[in-house]
């Protein structure tokens, strides 16, 4: 059961301690707060966790503070979508809009190798009018003897290039917490030009311990990618771990499954799965193009499958769009035979764009599907 308190409740007050004081009286009752710190007010939620059938929505209702009850029916109790739940679909991170009701467009190099050409990914971004990119600095490898991406030693010259083309938000997969100190420190030496989202990869949707450290911190916003060999349940209890921790600011990905029945394409691609998501919970949908169908091969029709794959991901909806792209891909140090050309990125750009027409066009033909 979730207590939404009203929006002038102050954690200080006299009328917040009563209703602290009955809770913890409530047997078998343990409770969590969550706060959320907005510009003008800290919005207070409380969870009560445990025996709570007994509890009457009503009676809890009536208790100082309260303004509105929540029965959690099902998983998923942060993140997920209830009976009667009007809590957002959507949240800002550095001027930037993530919910169920829009679409941001992430593409970028798969890892940081040179200056050149991370500043010829985020000039041709500024040209397009695009405000957010990935940069890989932290690659996780199958081989020990592959590239394992630059690290904390780029960090300082991506984050300022980026402040000089104007892009908002970076992308960014971490893989242990100290990448996340690195991050925040090199974001406060360089005068916080750009932002980044925490990326947490598919090796790593279970590390549970990761989860919780990125959980508890709300400064970065989270995009957390499925597990390849896991059910769908199991990643979003994943991201339920960063929700529980705290970070509510969560985007969910799909990246494919790891199985040969994908084959030729280098993941089984899963984007059928976005309006599923969509419908049991409240986080933005991201789809992965590039490390789903992994190549560049090209339809009959002279469009490449990855494109292919975009548009039926966006045009079911999808809220984000992670793809690769490299101005020299074959000196790419990771992942170039996936990657799309800078000169794709207006052509890529206008396709998305047609797909999320038909989508929206699509939502408002059959009526509220669109709602976010
Ligand atoms: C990536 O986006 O760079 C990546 C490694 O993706 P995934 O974790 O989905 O394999
Ligand atoms: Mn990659």
Redesign the pocket.
Known sequence: MILILSSDTRSDGAEYRQLLDHLAQLPKIKTRIHQEKGAQQTLIEIYLIGDTASLSPDAMESLPCVERVVRVSQEYRVLGRHKDDERPTHFEYNGVRFGQDNLNVFAGL?AVDTPEHVEAMMKALRDHGQVCTRM?AYK?RTSPYAFQGHGKACLPWVFELAGKYGIKVIAM?VTHESHVDEIRAALNETGNPTGVML?I???NTQNFELLKIVGRQQEFPVLL?RGFGITLDESLNAAEYLASEGNRNVVFGL?GMKTNMGDPHRNLVDFAHVPVVRRLTRMPVCI?PS?SVGTRNRAPDGILEIFHATMQGVIAGANMI?VDFHPAPAKALVDGPQALLMDELPLFLECVANARDAYEKNARLVGGAGRG
């Open positions: 798969c890989g996780p997969e990326q990869g598919t090796r990618k990246r992965d490390h992670l």
